[in-house]
């Protein structure tokens, strides 16, 4: 079984920063991509940022130039950094993890919010 723990969620103030974390532990062998999504109420999930295991990153046009999606294969570990944050970046960010013959895994969310 394969579980992903996400962390440095909170409250931040427009034009601050925050860096999340994910950590997948369990029966993994081999990580191809690892990627943030994002769901702000009443919206829908989309893609925030994804980095393979060539560390080739796509990022969404919104986020392009303040956030930076980063991992840690030894530790299994995604990153998403995020500068420059504005009211709208508000939304659950959860983190997911693609491995080959095994399929999709989801973290179980962690809230941003920016606000003054």
């Known amino acids: 079984q394969v579980q992903l723990v996400e962390s440095g969620g909170g409250l931040v103030q427009p034009g601050g920063s925050l860096r999340l974390s994910c950590a997948a532990s369990?029966?993994?062998?081999?990580?191809?991509?690892m990627g943030w999504y994002r769901q702000a109420p009443g919206k829908q999930r989309e893609l925030v940022a994804v980095i393979t295991s060539g560390r080739s990153t796509n990022y969404a046009d919104s986020v392009k130039g303040r956030f930076t999606i980063s991992r840690d294969n030894a530790k299994n570990t995604v990153y998403l950094q995020m500068n420059s944050l504005k009211p709208e970046d508000t939304a659950v960010y959860f983190c997911?993890?693609?491995?080959?013959?095994?399929?999709?895994?989801w973290g179980q969310g962690t809230q941003v919010t920016v606000s003054s």
């Open positions: 369990g029966t993994i062998r081999s990580i191809y991509s």
């Open positions: 997911t993890i693609y491995i080959a013959t095994l399929g999709d895994y």
